[in-house]
Structure formats: C-alpha cells, structure tokens
C-alpha cells in the first residue's frame, strides 16, 4: 500500500507571512497526481484553510477539483486548530461525523483500519480530545483488534522537544497515552501534522512521523527564548509505503522536482 501524507496547507486567499499557500497547495498536488497517483490513501491532517473561513474552504474545494485527482487520490480530511467544524461541516457534504458531532472515521482497506481523530477545540491553538473522543476512540480500536491501526491526527500526541511549540501540542497527554498503552500491539503508526516540522520517532513502543506544512515549513526549534517565524527552507509532504513487515517514510520535497535521470544499469 502507498499512503499519501500531506498537512497544513493553511488555504487562504491571500498570502500569509509573504508565501502563497494556493501556490503551494497545487504544486503539492501536481506533484502527487505526476508521481503518485497509484497510491491507496491521500490524508492530508488538517489546518486546512488559515481562518476556517467559508470562503477558503471552497477555494480548497476548487483547487482540489482542478488538479482532477483520479477517485484513489480523493483526500480524506481532518481538522486542526486554524479549521472551524462548523463551518467545515457546512461546507463539505461528504463530512463523516461520530455520534457526538466530532469529525472522527474511519476507514478498513484490507487488514488496516484508518482512524481519523479530531483533536480541535474552538478558541484555541491547543490540541484536545475529549473523554466523548477518546471513548470513540477506544471502540473503534476495540472493533479493530484482529486489525493493524494507523491514527491520524492533527496535533502531536507527544512533545516533541520544541520548547516553545510544545505547549501548543495535545493537552490530555496522559489519557491518550493510557489508550496507548493498552492498544499498543494493534496500533502501528501515528501521523501527525501541526508543528509543521518533518519529524519521526517511536513513542511507547509506537512509530510516528509527521511532514512539514505545505505552506510554511519550520525547523525543529530548540531555542528557550524565540518562537519560530518563518524558516525559509522546503515545504515537504510524505510519501508511506506500508509492506507486511515495513512501514518506510519517505519525503517529497515537491518544489525541487526537476531531476536529471542517469541512466543505470545494476552491474
Ligand atoms: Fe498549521
Ligand atoms: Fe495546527
């Protein structure tokens, strides 16, 4: 299986902090429909738009519509701290809700279940999920023990050892990592976006990576005094090939696309 991860295009109409996050989004886009339109699954792990306005979402909406993505590539959403459910939901009539009005799924391919979590809490930057969440979360891994499990997730379950994002990350630590614990054997993987930082790891016994944003990729920060700004280097999304006994993840630095092809021949 190829999963496509991509996060946090910030879709907005203008550009933020001088870079085009349209722009980007439909190179990002073209990218994949040029060199990975065979892939099984396209997530891209929210902070959609910038101001989860109506307005960015439809632009979403028209820029997806316009790369015309083969029906394999349809990408399945999530929201992050910059979204609005409200408005999300209004807009996209394909939303899949739980029972509590979370935009919270998933989906079964094979022997894999894909679960979508919600972690937005309006009002604020910070990660959240609730114990209405996180006992969606719990049936659904109870349905899945014959399963591998993959989570995806806006904000990042763990420190991830940027002193001065951190705190912006998921703030029911504690009750997540119970979860956890106790699904450790079946949950394989957890995908991520929200600090914008290409970044992988174990975490509990269980793997994890994020990519950077398509619109404003950041460095890891281990600065105690500053926050990060703007760091001028590539916007990525990540590229996972799920075998029987790998999970390999691999990154496109999708702006740097030209590449002299060598000739090669194994000797
Ligand atoms: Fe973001
Ligand atoms: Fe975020």
């Not at 910030?10 to 339109?37: Q, Y």
């Not at 997730?153 to 705190?167: E, R």
């Amino acid at each position: 299986m190829k999963i496509i991860h991509l996060s946090d295009p910030h879709i907005f109409t203008d550009k933020i902090h001088g870079i085009d996050p349209v722009d980007r989004f439909k190179k990002a886009l073209d990218h994949i429909n040029t060199n990975h339109n065979n892939a099984d699954l396209f997530v891209i792990t929210g902070d959609i738009t910038d101001q989860g306005d109506k307005e960015s979402y439809q632009l979403f909406q028209e820029i997806v519509d316009s790369i015309n993505l083969p029906k394999n590539l349809a990408p399945k959403l999530i929201i992050g701290n910059h979204d609005n459910r409200k408005i999300f939901i209004d807009t996209f009539s394909f939303t899949k809700l739980d029972n509590n009005g979370f935009i919270q799924y998933f989906i079964d391919i094979e022997d894999n279940k894909f679960i979508f979590l919600d972690t937005n809490l309006e009002g604020t930057d910070q990660g959240h999920f609730c114990n209405q969440r996180q006992q969606w979360l719990i049936n659904k891994l109870e349905e899945g023990l014959e399963k591998n499990i993959y989570l995806f997730m806006h904000h990042n379950p763990l420190p991830t050892g940027h002193i001065k994002s951190d705190g912006l990350g998921l703030q029911q630590i504690k009750e997540f990592k119970k979860i956890l614990i106790k699904y450790k054997e079946v949950i394989k993987h957890i995908f991520f976006g929200h600090q914008h930082i290409t970044t992988s790891g174990k975490y509990l016994g269980i793997t994890f990576s994020s990519p950077r944003s398509t619109w404003s990729p950041l460095i890891p920060n281990f600065s105690e005094t500053f926050r990060l700004g703007t760091a001028y280097t590539d916007p990525n999304y990540n590229v996972i090939l799920l075998q029987k006994d790998s999970l390999i993840v691999h990154s496109e630095d999708f702006l740097k696309a030209h590449v002299d092809w060598l000739d090669y021949t194994i000797k």
